[in-house]
């Protein structure tokens, strides 16, 4: 296992959808949460009201609040049914289009609409700019150690000290965790809590285990505390973003 070195490296970032809105330029400098692209989908799926108001499909015209090609948003109250304890509502969870009434069954069908940011996860610098992807380049330190595991994980860096099995809670889920040592009752309890991955100077192996990379005694650092990482695995390392 080597010494922390610092390296320049570069992260892509796939945009998977169709005409996205690109918010970034080559050689701009990003931060880490800045939106770099956006885009925009829809997709036809059936709502049924009658249902979820216990009203007849036949009278849904009379509690929809909404006209035929009319546009909503999520959180909007699109239909509603008053009765001696008060008012039922139907909030819509998602923004759309109404495009049609079915009286027979009480749904309605609409044209649901999402909508989603691409996020830059590191500090950087914008090196390329594609219909299909966003390269920036970015400092990192890197640790090279030993890896149980395989793939590609990323995530924030959260680095517990003293007791890490108490300390470790479900507030962490989806991070990555660096500790001095991971035994086998810790290991558990982050596979049940969804840690991404764990770091330590010194783990127990079992089965089926969430991925765990080791380090020496002098990599660990609480300087790396809410730090994004990348960890590949099969090249055995650890890229820390300079963030």
């Known amino acids: 296992m080597g010494k922390t070195k610092t390296t320049k490296s570069y992260w892509v970032l796939k945009l998977n959808h169709k005409h996205p809105k690109i918010e970034v330029s080559k050689s701009d400098r990003v931060k880490k949460g800045d939106v770099l692209a956006k885009y925009h989908s829809k997709k036809e799926i059936e709502l049924d009201v009658a249902s979820a108001l216990s009203i007849k499909p036949k009278d849904i015209d009379k509690h929809l609040l909404l006209a035929i090609s009319s546009e909503f ?5 699109i239909a509603r049914k008053e009765n001696k304890s008060g008012e039922e509502e139907y909030i819509s969870g998602v923004d759309g289009k109404l495009l049609g009434i079915d009286r027979s069954s009480g749904k309605i069908k609409i044209e649901a609409k999402k909508h989603k940011e691409i ?3 590191v500090d950087g610098t914008i ?3 594609d219909d299909d992807k966003i390269k920036i380049s970015f400092d990192a330190d890197v640790l090279e150690g030993e890896s149980i595991g395989s793939g590609k994980i990323w995530g924030e ?8 099995y108490s300390a470790l809670n ?12 991971a035994d086998l009752m810790f290991i558990a309890k982050a596979q049940a809590l969804g840690i991404k991955a764990v770091i330590a100077c010194r783990a127990d192996e079992r089965e089926d285990c969430l991925p765990i990379f080791l380090i020496k005694n002098e990599q660990m650092t609480p300087d790396f505390e809410g730090r994004t990482v990348l960890l590949d695995l099969a090249q055995k390392r650890i890229l820390i973003c300079a963030n």
């Open 73 to 77: 948003s999520k959180g909007e109250v």
């Open 127 to 129: 090196e390329e700019v």
């Open 170 to 181: 479900s507030g962490f889920e989806g991070k990555i965790i660096m500790v001095d040592k």
């Open 119 to 121: 996020i830059s996860p």
């Open 157 to 164: 860096l959260t680095v517990l000290g003293q007791d890490p």
